[in-house]
């Protein structure tokens, strides 16, 4: 039982390339959700998804694409990499109608820096 | 001013201390308040979860949430060096919007 599984874990970017962060679950878990995180700026939430098919905006989606084919798997595309994107980027998840309804595992996380 | 204020830190104190981790918030809707743990370079882990006021103890930790000063706490008694992280505090309302507002986290150091 992995939990959740991001990758790569670090990368490297040139301003204007595209690239696509894994997230991975084995938990069965409905909600998933990408969150980066900046010194001084703290958790922000990217994109969340509440079950397969289903994507919404989260509070910084601006560059940024999800999609859910499946339950298991929450890629975040960086469509055109910008400096402002180089952060620490984790994925999420927890059970729908979890009674403490807050997001329950995270990622390890992924490094990424746009040169 | 932001809706949820966490003092950073950091904070050192010696093993076996008891520490106190705050966080105060502006926003009366708040009804689920959380704890995570954030070591370096690593995820965050839930650590506690409180619906409402009240206290919630799970060993050697407790939370307390005091709604009518708008101000929630963490407790670590009997500190260890493997408790040095980041504490970071979370909230939001009530209902399907599950709009996580966070802290900033305090960065703590038990010295052995």
């Known amino acids: 039982n992995a939990g959740v599984t991001q990758t790569p874990k670090f990368q490297v970017l040139k301003t204007g390339q595209s690239m696509t962060l894994q997230c991975a679950q084995d938990m069965n878990h409905e909600y998933m959700s990408w969150y980066r995180q900046d010194p001084g700026m703290g958790l922000r939430l990217i994109h969340y998804?509440?079950?397969?098919?289903?994507?919404d905006q989260g509070e910084v989606p601006n560059g940024y694409n999800v999609s859910r084919s499946t339950t298991e798997d929450f890629p975040l595309r960086l469509l055109s990499a910008a400096p402002s994107q180089t952060s620490v980027y984790f994925c999420?998840?927890?059970?729908?109608?979890?009674?403490?309804?807050?997001?329950?595992?995270f990622g390890q996380g992924t490094r990424l820096t746009v040169v | 001013q932001k809706e949820v204020e966490q003092d950073p830190g950091p904070l050192s104190v010696p093993e076996g201390a008891i520490v106190s981790l705050n966080c105060t918030y502006s926003n009366s809707a708040f009804q689920y308040f959380m704890w995570y743990r954030q070591y370096s370079r690593k995820g965050p882990e839930l650590l506690m979860y409180?619906?409402s006021s009240g206290n919630k103890e799970d060993g050697r930790f407790t939370a307390q949430v005091d709604k009518s000063s708008k101000y929630i706490s963490l407790f670590i008694r009997d500190s260890q060096p493997s408790d040095s992280a980041t504490y970071l505090c979370?909230?939001?309302?009530?209902?399907?919007?599950?709009?996580?507002?966070w802290g900033l986290g305090t960065s703590l150091a038990v010295n052995p």
């Open positions: 409180t619906y």
């Open positions: 979370a909230m939001r309302g009530a209902g399907n919007n599950r709009k996580l507002i």
């Open positions: 998804s509440v079950g397969a098919g289903i994507t």
């Open positions: 999420a998840t927890t059970r729908r109608g979890d009674s403490m309804n807050t997001e329950a595992f």
